[in-house]
T-cell receptor, first 112, second 113 residues
């Protein structure tokens, strides 16, 4: 059974650019969540999608956005990148939130 | 606001030396407390979900317990391969934001041979 797949694994971007990260959930999972992980703040919730609808959004600026497609694949976009956006971005999928979440290996974003 | 505090921040054990990690939480209507293990450069790996006070779950050398205000992850006779960061997270059951996990900062466990 394939796990959660995130692409790309590593990215280096320049301040002011934008970036799109991709997540393919486990087959059959309709809930997809995104988290940002930094050494100082730990894992922080970005947003959660279920059947193409955003159900929750964390306390991040509007530069952070996401979407989910009809096949449950999800993308997140960060516009006007700042140095502080450097982090490991993790995607997690779930059959339903109550059953817990399976995480991907993440995308390591470095903003220079 | 939901809060999760893990202690200690770091723990160094000798192989075979049992210990416990603590996770204290404040959440409105707990709908699940989750334990994850994370190795460097990888995503968190699911270990356990606990739903109600008094519940216990075991997996190999790990045992997780839950009370109304905290959870413990007991590690019995640890091996070097148990070295990792252990993360605790909670999901609320009422109000808004009940589809997100709130994580603690984690406990970095090092087991020396």
């Amino acid at each position: 059974k394939a796990g959660v797949t995130q692409t790309p694994r590593y990215l280096i971007k320049t301040r002011g650019q934008q970036v799109t990260l991709s997540c393919s959930p486990i087959s059959g999972h309709r809930s997809v969540s995104w988290y940002q992980q930094t050494p100082g703040q730990g894992l922080q919730f970005l947003f959660e999608y279920f059947s193409e609808t955003q159900r929750n959004k964390g306390n991040f600026p509007g530069r952070f956005s996401g979407r989910q497609f009809s096949n449950s694949r999800s993308e997140m976009n960060v516009s006007t990148l700042e140095l502080g956006d450097s982090a490991l971005y993790l995607c997690a999928s779930s059959l339903e939130a109550v059953y817990g979440y399976t995480f991907g290996s993440g995308t390591r974003l470095t903003v220079v | 606001e939901d809060q999760v505090t893990q202690s200690p921040e770091a723990l160094r054990l000798q192989e075979g030396e049992s210990s416990s990690l603590n996770c204290s939480y404040t959440v409105s209507g707990l709908r699940g407390l989750f334990w994850y293990r994370q190795d460097p450069g990888k995503g968190p790996e699911f270990l356990f979900t606990l739903y109600s006070a008094g519940e216990e779950k075991e997996k190999e050398r790990l045992k997780a317990t839950l009370t109304k205000k905290e959870s413990f992850l007991h590690i019995t006779a640890p091996k070097p391969e148990d070295s990792a960061t252990y993360l605790c997270a909670v999901r609320r059951g009422s109000g808004g934001s009940n589809y997100k996990l709130t994580f603690g900062k984690g406990t970095l466990l090092t087991v020396n041979p």
